[in-house]
């Protein structure tokens, strides 16, 4: 059964400083894996998406690599701001039909100004 | 665009009642899924349906079921509500095939 962890479960920074969020799965097998942001009470925005064939994918100051041999991935946030402070949620797909994600627990991130 | 909405932003039952929530995908996306989402179990995925049908199922009880419209439109309806229901519950839609989910911003059910 996949199992998504995400380490560490909160991070506070201050403004300006480059981060880096964790998340590992157990089964390598998956087609894609989707790096998403949470703002309290809110649903769910989609970041990033990276295709099992892919190492890495890049939007603005974010960048998310893949490791599929490992089970690995990690998002890299350049030059934080305050407006980056959310909950950050990686999920892994397992087959191409789409819908059914498994999720992480997430990463609760705060940047103080 | 318009995104994914859902109806009702916030809702309060009472244990044995049940209760229907609505989902309106975004415009040419044909599958909608439904997650809960709860402080100790984080996101579970419930269901995924696509042109009317279901395409996926996670672990719920019976008392959890969804049905999709002709227009892509979904609803999913628990019955008999427990106190472990409360939870914001999220549809997400998006294109066939694995593409990104879009989610909606969700149902906040409180089940007293």
């Known amino acids: 059964k996949q199992e998504v962890t995400q380490i560490p479960a909160a991070l506070s920074v201050p403004e300006g400083e480059n981060l880096v969020l964790n998340c590992s799965f157990t089964?390598?097998?998956?087609?894609?894996l989707q790096w998403f942001r949470q703002d309290p009470g809110k649903g769910l925005t989609s970041l990033l998406l990276i295709q099992s064939s892919q190492r890495e994918q890049t939007s603005g100051r974010l960048n998310a690599s893949l490791d599929k041999s490992s089970g690995r991935s990690t998002l890299y946030i350049a030059a934080s701001q305050p407006g980056d402070s959310a909950t950050y949620l990686c999920a892994v797909n397992e087959d191409n039909q789409g819908g059914k994600l498994i999720f992480g627990q997430g990463t609760e991130l705060s940047v103080k100004p | 665009k318009a995104g994914v909405t859902q109806t009702p932003r916030y809702l309060i039952k009472t244990r044995g009642q049940q209760v229907t929530l609505s989902c309106s995908p975004i415009?040419?996306?044909?599958?909608v899924s439904w997650y809960q989402q709860t402080p100790g179990q984080g996101l579970q995925f419930l269901f995924e349906y696509f042109s009317e049908t279901q395409r996926n199922k996670g672990n719920f009880p019976g008392r959890f079921s969804g049905r999709q419209f002709s227009n892509s439109r979904s609803e999913m309806n628990v019955s008999t509500l427990e106190l472990g229901d409360s939870a914001l519950y999220l549809c997400?839609?998006?294109?066939?095939?694995?593409?990104?989910?879009?989610f909606g911003s969700g149902t906040q059910l409180s089940v007293l």
């Open positions: 997400a839609s998006s294109l066939p095939g694995a593409e990104k989910l879009f």
């Open positions: 415009s040419g996306h044909r599958s």
């Open positions: 089964d390598s097998a998956i087609y894609n």
